[in-house]
């Protein structure tokens, strides 16, 4: 349990579906007024920054423990409790007396399985939206199984799942349709995620914006193709960059037999990556990613947020070679 007796109690959280879906739960099954730290997609150093100390509880769900290694050392040293929901790479990783840890990197997991697990599957729907978003549609499905679902509610939490995502992506926050404390504050108001469906604002306004973003895909062709993997490098566009992960999962799963790339450029003269590795036992994607300064991820799915432009040529043949080995 996480509820601190006498400091605060601080939930920090990636902003996409998988985030958001693992700190709901939880907050369902805890209630608490909390302080939330989170952001887009690739903000994913949210421990850097934050300011906790001896008595505070921290719960931190969908963020890379190696990304923030350092921060948690300082924090755990300073008396902080800490609750810990993740599935990306950790080789980092430590005991420590503060810290309760839940991890696993196997490909058909996610951080809202963790802790729906962890729950004794108190909250299995959402763990399924957070699944859907995270493109574990197997795991999904399997959950879904198991509780019965029809295929139309199952179609439903795919469809929450994807859009919840959707809103994570952008350069800043600026790109999103909403700020994903926003989304969640919407988000927990809803115990049900089919009354969310119905009823909420929010996702009718990221059903519309995702169908208008995609829209551009249509015209789109692959910037180069190879046995094994296919990249794609998107325009210099807002659109681009918030369908550019969905897009990835798109690619992904209308070819599985291919490892996918998809480059979108930043404002500053450089690019940020999504990877999907169609065999994330033999070729990882995290491996693949932590070859450069600011990869990173799990075996099945990774990025680098910061690829400078003069090294784009060198990331593409790397790329090839890597996932045609």
């Known amino acids: 349990m996480s509820l601190s007796a006498n400091g605060r109690d601080i939930d920090v959280f990636n902003g996409d579906a998988d985030g958001i879906c693992a700190v709901h739960q939880w907050r369902l099954a805890y209630p608490a007024d909390t302080e939330l730290v989170t952001g887009a997609k690739r ?7 934050l300011s906790a100390s001896y008595g505070d509880s921290v719960n931190v769900f969908d963020i890379s423990f190696d990304q923030n290694i350092h921060s ?10 800490m609750t810990y929901f993740d599935h990306h790479s950790a080789n980092t990783r430590f005991e420590h007396p503060g810290l309760t840890m839940y991890w696993d990197d196997d490909p058909k997991v996610c951080s809202s399985v963790l802790v729906n697990n962890a729950l004794g599957r108190q909250y299995s729907e959402w763990a ?11 795991t999904a ?10 295929e139309y509610q199952v179609g439903q939490l795919c469809e929450l799942g994807k859009l919840l995502n959707y809103n994570a992506y952008g350069e800043s926050l600026a ?3 909403f700020h994903p404390a926003l989304l969640y504050a919407e988000m927990s108001q809803y115990k049900d995620p089919f009354q969310m469906i119905t009823e909420a604002s929010a996702f009718r306004t990221l059903q519309r914006g995702y169908h208008s973003d995609q829209l551009y895909l249509n015209s789109l062709n692959p910037t180069e193709t190879g046995k094994d993997a296919i990249l794609y490098v998107l325009p210099d566009q807002s659109w681009a960059r918030r369908i550019s992960g969905e897009f990835a999962n798109q690619l992904a799963t209308d070819n599985p037999s291919k490892s996918c790339a998809v480059i979108v450029p930043k404002t500053n003269s450089a690019f940020v990556v999504s990877i999907r590795s169609a065999m994330p036992d ?4 995290n491996t693949f990613c932590g070859r450069f300064l600011t990869g990173g991820g799990r075996r099945s799915a990774g990025g680098v947020n910061i690829l400078p432009a003069s090294e784009l040529d060198h990331f593409v043949r790397l790329f090839f070679q890597y996932f045609s080995e």
């Not at 499905?141 to 029809?150: E, P």
């Open 141 to 150: 499905r399997k959950l879904a199984t198991s509780l019965g679902l029809s």
């Open 175 to 177: 790109d999103l349709h």
């Open 128 to 138: 399924i939206v957070g699944a859907f978003g995270d493109n574990l549609s197997n």
């Open 72 to 81: 948690i050392r300082q924090l755990l040293d300073s008396g902080v409790k």
């Open 43 to 49: 903000d994913i150093s949210l421990l850097q920054n």
């Open 282 to 285: 033999l070729h990882p994607a």
